[in-house]
């Protein structure tokens, strides 16, 4: 996520930007989220689902009028620039000069400049992608820009620690078992420790770390350069991951159906809210990248309705996905990693399938761990970046991406608890993003809008929480969130 005015990119229609967020929005939350379900209880899951679902939405509109916002602000700042320009070359050229000169300049600059396209006149359309940072920069003071980028870094590290435990978590669990290699994968009644025996003489836990170092050598290698042209590779990706969805689904469906569903989760159990809250929260993340995913889209016209239609489509998968498990399986058989639960002989007869599932993370994980890798690392150099300077070679390829591959790699060497590095990462860094950001730039936006262009300019894609309570009760949940997850963990460890 770079902190600037980008290319738009090529335009699609609204129906395939509608695909794009849900499938940005639908990754590697989803897998954590069964357990989460089953640990806090189906009812108090699915109302904490709808709830966080609703709430995302209406940050998702305030980032949207945001996005309007700065595009007006710019679109109004080139107008000025390019009446200055004219004013000057007035005062210095014949009234016979200056007219052959405006004829040369519309004709030239009419077509490039947004602010002069014939099919977008209001000053709102949302024509130039300008990501978070940038509106940042816009609307916030100094300390504001810092504190956004901060929270953007957490979240990224957060990213990557969960990527790099996902990854050997998931070979291990495949290529181990208490009494070593067994093709079957996980026992349903064995439970394993990582002091376990896996190959020989080493542990399971050994085998997780020798896999996270193989993992890091070869993706770790990617931060210090650029990413690029990956398109088809995420292509593949994606398709691999809606496969391994619907399989996981129709598989839970057909044990229930026959009779061999072994779940029977609680209706509520709050001890378990704390990580559900987190797995929600991380599981609707999109904010952060609806820049790149709202400005190419050719037709505006009923935004907000394709991203509410958006929203319900994605809580029915969610809700079907997590139902199913929580009724296929017992609550205290469901791994952090849901797919590792159809690696079970009795699950699953056929071996491929078996292998698909379970090694289903490490394919898709391992081509986004790279991409979030180069983002982190530029939102560092953007952090520290003053205007006209450059960064010496050490720093900008050996120092930014060192401090952004070592941290991660450490959290996952420590641990791989995935549905608690999942909780922590959404209910800190994601509240942050999800709520604390986009209320403040929706609020913020409206009040420099409004002194830029008066009281009577309407944002043609003004959020329908325009009141300005919502804004306060949106930082109010968030703070409430940060309280109550801080509390809940505090209280957890005492109890220990």
């Known amino acids: 996520m770079a902190g600037e005015i980008t290319e738009t990119g090529e335009l699609y229609s609204s129906y395939v930007g509608l695909v794009y967020m849900f499938n940005l929005i639908v990754g590697t939350g989803a897998l954590t989220m069964p357990k989460a379900f089953a640990t806090a209880g189906w009812l108090v899951s699915l109302v904490l689902l709808v709830f966080l679902g609703f709430m995302s939405f209406v940050t998702t509109t305030f980032v949207i009028e945001a996005m309007a916002a700065a595009n007006a602000q710019l679109r109004w700042k080139r107008m000025e620039n390019l009446k200055e320009e004219e004013d000057d070359d007035s005062s210095t050229a014949s009234d016979s000069d200056v007219l052959i000169r405006d004829n040369y300049e519309r004709a030239e600059k009419r077509p490039i400049l947004s602010v002069q396209r014939r099919g977008s006149p209001n000053p709102f359309e949302i024509t130039d992608r300008v990501e978070m940072g940038q509106m940042a920069s816009m609307f916030f003071n100094k300390v504001g820009v810092n504190l956004f980028y901060f929270c953007i870094i957490v979240y990224l590290y957060g990213d990557l620690a969960i990527y790099a435990a996902a990854v050997p978590f998931s070979l291990m669990q495949v290529t181990c078992s208490a009494t070593g290699n067994d093709s079957c994968g996980v026992e349903a009644d064995t439970k394993y420790n990582d002091t376990d025996r896996c190959w020989g003489p080493l542990r399971r836990v050994d085998a997780y770390r020798i896999y996270l170092a ?18 088809y590779l995420q292509i593949l990706t994606s398709l691999m991951r809606w496969i391994a969805f619907a399989v996981m689904i129709v598989l839970a469906l057909v044990r229930i159906g026959h009779g061999q569903g072994e779940g029977h989760p609680p ?198 929480f325009r009141h300005t309570f919502w804004v306060g009760f949106v930082l109010l949940w968030a703070f409430s969130c940060f309280i109550f997850v801080t509390a809940n963990i505090v209280l957890s460890e005492t109890k220990l």
């Open 214 to 231: 193989i993992f890091t050598l070869l993706l770790g290698p990617f931060t210090f350069f650029d990413v690029q042209k990956t398109k």
């Open 267 to 464: 209706l509520a159990d709050f001890s378990g809210v704390r990580n559900l809250f987190g797995v929600c929260v991380y599981s609707f993340m999109c904010q952060h990248s609806l820049p790149s995913l709202i400005t190419p889209v050719s037709s505006k016209r009923h935004l907000t309705r394709l991203v509410f239609l958006d929203y319900v489509l994605i809580l029915a998968f969610y809700g079907l996905l997590s139902f199913t498990a929580i009724f296929c399986f017992r609550g205290d058989s469901l791994m952090d990693m849901y797919t590792l639960n159809f690696a079970r002989c009795d699950v699953v007869g056929l071996a491929a399938v078996r292998f698909f599932l379970g090694l289903f993370p490490v394919f898709t994980i391992s081509t986004n761990f790279p991409i979030i890798a180069v983002t982190l690392r530029n939102n560092w150099k953007t952090l520290f970046h003053r205007e006209g300077g450059t960064y010496p070679w050490v720093v900008d390829r050996v120092v930014f991406p060192t401090i952004t591959l070592v941290p991660p790699v450490l959290v996952a060497f420590c641990t791989h608890d995935l549905e608690s590095l999942v909780g922590i990462t959404g209910a800190y860094a994601g509240t942050g993003i999800q709520y604390v950001i986009p209320a403040f730039l929706v609020y913020h936006c409206r009040r420099d809008t409004q002194l830029a262009f008066g009281c009577g300019v309407s944002n043609k894609h003004r959020s329908p």
